[in-house]
């Protein structure tokens, strides 16, 4: 009879925060920027359909790095709580914090019982009337959750390009100076002159949707064109 090398819980769960940090580390990073216009969210991303930036809810976007799998079945979920909650009780109920703690207990579930841990990071955002009401949350692979200020980095070298994003960042950026310094700290990242627009993916939580484009829904997705006239305003 074969005896099982034993095995300290210590042991095993750093073992699996490391397996799960190296498979994270491996892609690229994704930034999401609270602005005065709203959020933008940012990715180096060259897939044409395989988004890392996504819409739940009205007012609720999500960003994700690691494996594109994993985080697309876990976008897909917060979707359903969020129409189902909506449906159920207002739409006003649906808040990025709801679904932050209903991804913190799923990652942390499966962190803590499956054999393999979810290689994922992942971003909730909700635009608020006015910039202090803006919420980001971050979400890491055990199910850690934080709620940050101003910005979130996350996946390759995310200390390095927080520095960058963090050197320009202000309160009063618009649409078009939010993206050019995370396309900034996406070039510091990837250690090239510059990023094409058909390299990047980019996406907005527009703050007035409703007087501008006449609807609740504040996502949009911006195509290349947009990314590359976007990117050629002046500062």
Known sequence: MTQQFYVSPEQLMKDRADFARKGIARGRS??????????????????????KIGEIYDKIAFA?????????SLRQAGVR???????????????????????????????????KPFEVE???????????????????FDGSIADEHNFIV????????????????QRDLSFAAAIRLAVKGLVTDNETPDLPAKALEVAVLDRSSESNRGTRRAFR???????????????
């Open 30 to 51: 994704v930034i999401v920027i609270s602005c005065e216009d709203g959020i933008a969210l940012v990715a180096e991303n060259p897939s044409p359909s395989l988004h």
């Open 221 to 235: 997705r911006l195509s290349d064109q947009d990314v590359v006239e976007l990117l050629a305003e002046e500062s």
């Open 81 to 115: 709580y969020a129409d189902v909650r909506g449906y159920s009780y207002d739409r006003e109920d649906v808040t990025a914090r709801g679904l932050a703690s209903v991804y913190a207990q799923s990652l942390g579930a499966v962190f803590t019982a499956e054999q």
């Open 154 to 169: 996350m996946g390759g070298q995310a200390d390095k390009v927080s520095g960058a994003v963090e050197g320009g960042w």
């Open 122 to 140: 992942l971003a909730v955002a909700e635009v608020g009337a006015s910039q202090d009401l803006d919420h980001l949350y971050r979400l890491t």
């Open 64 to 72: 994700a790095v690691g494996k594109y799998n994993e985080f697309e």
